[in-house]
C-alpha cells in the first residue's frame, strides 16, 4: 500500500507533462463550444445568485451586529450602575456596622457604672424614701435627694432602652443592606452573564461575515475565471480564436456542483482505510454500470496501472485531475476529449470484492474531499 501511494504522485507528474507536451491544439467544435459556453453561462448565473444571497446574509449579520452592539453597551452601562449602587450600599452598611461596633463599645464600657447605680438604685427597695429620710441630715431636703435619685434612674433606663432602640434599628439596617448587597449580586451577576453571552453572539456574528467575505472573495475569483473562459468560448464561436481542447472550462468555479461518477453510495470516505488510497472515495454501484467524467477534460491515462486495476486519469486543465479506478473496462483512450457526463468505463469489482468504483479528485495537484466538490444530495 505504501508503494502504491508513494508511485502514484510521480505517475500524476509524468502525465501531467505528457499530457501538456502531447495534446496539440485542434478545431474547435462549434457545438461542443456553444454547450461549453451555455455551461459557463449557467455556472456564471448561479455565482451570480450565491453572491446576492451571500451579500443578503452579509447586511443581515451587520444589522445584527449593530443591534448587539448596542446591546452590550447597554448591558455594560447596566453592570456600571450595578456596581456603582453595590459601592454605595456596602459604604452605608460600613458605616452602619462602625456605628454598631462604636454603640456597643460605649455600651461595653458604661455598662459596670450602670449597673452598679441601678443594684444601689434596686438595694433601696419599697423603703427608700424611709432610708432616704434617715440618712438625709437636713429634712428640707428629702424631696430633693428622692427627685435626683428617680431622675437619675430614669435616665439610666433611658440610656439603656435608647441604646437597645439604637441597636436594633441598626441591626435592622444592616440586615437590610445586606439583602440589598446579595440581591445587586445576583442582577450584576445576571447582567454579566448577558453582556457576556452578547460579547459571544457578536464575535460569532464577527466570524461570520469574516466567512463570507472569505466566500465572497472566493466566489469573485472563480467568476473572473469562468468569465474569462467563457469570453474564449465566445470568441471560439465567432471564429475569432480557437479552444484548447483540455480544461476548456476551469474545474474550481464548479467546486460543490459536479456531477457524481456514479449515482451508488459512499461507502468509503476521504481520508480513511479500506479502499484503493486514503486521497480518494470509494462508491458503490452495479456490475457494469457506467461510470462518466465529472467535468469536461482530455485523457491523461487510460490503462491498467498496478494497485488501481482499470483506471482512466482525466485532465481538466490548471494541474486538476479527476481518477476513476477499478473499472471492469474503459471506454476511453489517452488523448480523448471528453465531456462532463460522457462515459469514461464500466464499474468492476473492487479489491473488497464488492462491484464499486474508486474515485479520486485532484486540485492544484492536491488531493481533495471529492465530496465537498460533487452535489449534494
Known sequence: ????????????????????????????????TEALAQRATDRLI??????????????????????????RQLKAEEVRQLDAEAARVQADLDAKTARMRALQAADAAERPALKARLVETYKLGSARYLRLLLSTPDLRRIGQATRTVAALAKLDRDRVLAHQRTLAELKTAADALQDRA?????????????????????????DLVRDIDTRRDLNAQLSGELHDAQQKLQAAVSGAA????AGAL??????????????????????RPGTISPNGIELGADEGAAA???????????GNFSGFGNLVIVDHGSRSFSLYAE????????GDRVEHGQPVGFVGPTRSGA???????????????????LKKR
Open 242 to 245: 480557437s479552444v484548447e481542447p
Open 182 to 206: 446579595k440581591q445587586l449580586a445576583g442582577l450584576r451577576a445576571d447582567a454579566a452573564a448577558a453582556q457576556a453571552a452578547a460579547d459571544r453572539a457578536a464575535r460569532e456574528r464577527n
Open 46 to 71: 448561479a455565482l451570480q445568485r450565491e453572491a446576492d444571497r451571500l451579500a443578503s446574509e452579509e447586511r443581515t449579520l451587520l444589522g445584527e451586529l449593530r443591534k448587539l452592539e448596542i446591546e
Open 250 to 271: 476551469p474545474l474550481r468555479p464548479f467546486r460543490g456542483e459536479l456531477d457524481w461518477p456514479v449515482p451508488g453510495p459512499v461507502r468509503v470516505r476521504f481520508g
Open 1 to 32: 500500500m505504501a508503494g502504491r501511494s508513494f508511485r502514484f504522485p510521480v505517475l500524476a507528474v509524468c502525465l501531467l507533462l505528457a499530457a501538456a507536451a502531447g495534446l496539440g491544439a485542434q478545431p474547435p467544435d462549434r457545438a461542443r
Open 355 to 373: 462491484a464499486g468504483l474508486y474515485f479520486e479528485l485532484r486540485v492544484d495537484g492536491q488531493a481533495v474531499d471529492p465530496l465537498q466538490w
Open 327 to 334: 473499472l471492469l473496462e474503459l471506454k476511453v483512450k489517452k
Open 292 to 302: 462518466v467524467a465529472v467535468h469536461e477534460g482530455t485523457v491523461a491515462y487510460a
